[in-house]
């Protein structure tokens, strides 16, 4: 089945711990983006990767990391999280970049930062 | 930038009744257009999309929306909602990246 994982689904943890989510995608697809979704403020582009070892910043790239080594996962790190990173984050994947591209969701990943 | 607005943050409407959420958009060119829907603890998936031809478009599960571009608005309709519509959504405009607006939680009474 064709689609976009994500671990952990659930996560709390405390402040300045390092922590990863990853992402991955069976799709082949080149393009792959991370966002957050906080209430009012819809989705907020975090980075994104048009293919491996391309990574750019997206609107709200502070205190993340990502990269982009193999071309089906893409996992997204915060080095020392604090608690304003609490957050539903959800990584995306589309088969390259253009514009109209749909872009397939994984199921999200919940973050609480204490 | 472009940037996206949604009017409306919560509509509550019965079964049957028909659906309309607002959508505007601020950017000069060629955008591309996108309605997405979250299910209750479901991920994001798209309904429809429009980036050229006819300005209706026809989604999934019985939605539309019509982009006007001299009102930079593409809004999503519905004629009769069911329960199973639910859910939260999301209009999103890709003209150089992709930007999503804050939302509509849409409740529907059975």
């Known amino acids: 089945e064709a689609q976009v994982t994500q671990n952990p689904r659930y996560l709390i943890t405390v402040t300045g711990k390092k922590l990863t989510v990853t992402c991955s995608q069976n799709?082949?697809?080149?393009?792959m983006s991370w966002y957050r979704q906080d209430p009012g403020l819809g989705l907020r582009q975090i980075y994104y990767?048009?293919?491996?070892?391309?990574?750019d910043k997206g609107d709200v790239p502070e205190g993340y990391k990502v990269s982009r080594k193999e071309k089906r996962n893409f996992p997204l790190i915060l080095e020392s999280p604090s608690p304003n990173q609490t957050s539903l984050y959800f990584c995306?994947?589309?088969?390259?970049?253009?514009?109209?591209?749909?872009?397939?969701f994984g199921p999200g990943t919940r973050l609480l930062v204490l | 930038a472009q940037s996206v607005s949604q009017h409306n943050h919560h509509v509550i409407l019965s079964e049957a009744a028909s659906l309309e959420l607002g959508c505007n958009y601020s950017y000069g060119g060629t955008v591309n257009l996108f309605w997405y829907v979250q299910y209750p603890g479901q991920h994001l998936q798209l309904l429809l999309k429009y980036f050229s031809g006819d300005p209706l478009v026809k989604g999934i599960k019985g939605f539309e929306a019509e982009f006007i571009k001299s009102k930079f608005s593409f809004n999503l309709r519905k004629p009769s909602v069911q329960w199973s519509d639910t859910a939260e959504y999301f209009c999103?405009?890709?003209?150089?990246?992709?930007?999503f607006g804050a939302g509509t939680r849409l409740t529907v009474k059975p």
């Open positions: 999103a405009v890709n003209a150089n990246d992709m930007r």
């Open positions: 799709m082949n697809h080149e393009y």
């Open positions: 995306a994947s589309s088969l390259g970049g253009a514009v109209q591209e749909t872009q397939y």
């Open positions: 990767s048009m293919n491996v070892e391309v990574t």
